[in-house]
């Protein structure tokens, strides 16, 4: 069974940073694309970055593109978002999914199968 577990949400002021990761278990896909999204209040889910664990090869969306790095450890099966630079309009549940590895690049939500619980973001004025 398959689970993604987030980790790393807080509470934080404007301009400050976090880091999230995200620790897989199971059996997923030997070349698989690991994401985030994001989904505000009210809002549509949105992909904020993504990558293949098998080249490393990084994707970013638009809304965070240039204060986001995503990262991972493939020892410790998990991916990391560092964020930096936050802002009030980042608030948001964050959530990791996981992909077979051609997804990557993509951010239709159903492309993805495995999702996690989510870890709160808010950020602060």
């Known amino acids: 069974q398959v689970q993604l577990v987030e980790s790393g949400g807080g509470s934080v002021q404007a301009g400050g940073s976090l880091r999230l990761s995200c620790e897989a278990s199971g059996t997923i896909y030997s070349s698989r694309c690991m994401a985030w999204f994001r989904q505000a209040p009210g809002k549509q889910r949105e992909g904020v970055a993504s990558?293949?664990?098998?080249?490393?090869?990084?994707y970013y969306g638009d809304s965070m593109k240039g204060r986001v790095t995503i990262s991972q450890d493939n020892a410790k099966n998990t991916v990391y978002l560092q964020m930096n630079s936050l802002k009030p309009e980042d608030t948001a549940l964050y959530y990791c999914?996981?992909?077979?590895?051609?997804?990557?690049?993509?951010?239709?939500?159903?492309?993805?199968?495995?999702w996690g619980r989510g870890t709160q973001v808010t950020v602060s004025s």
């Open positions: 999914a996981a992909a077979p590895g051609f997804i990557c690049g993509s951010w239709n939500r159903g492309n993805y199968n495995y």
């Open positions: 990558l293949t664990n098998t080249r490393g090869t990084t």
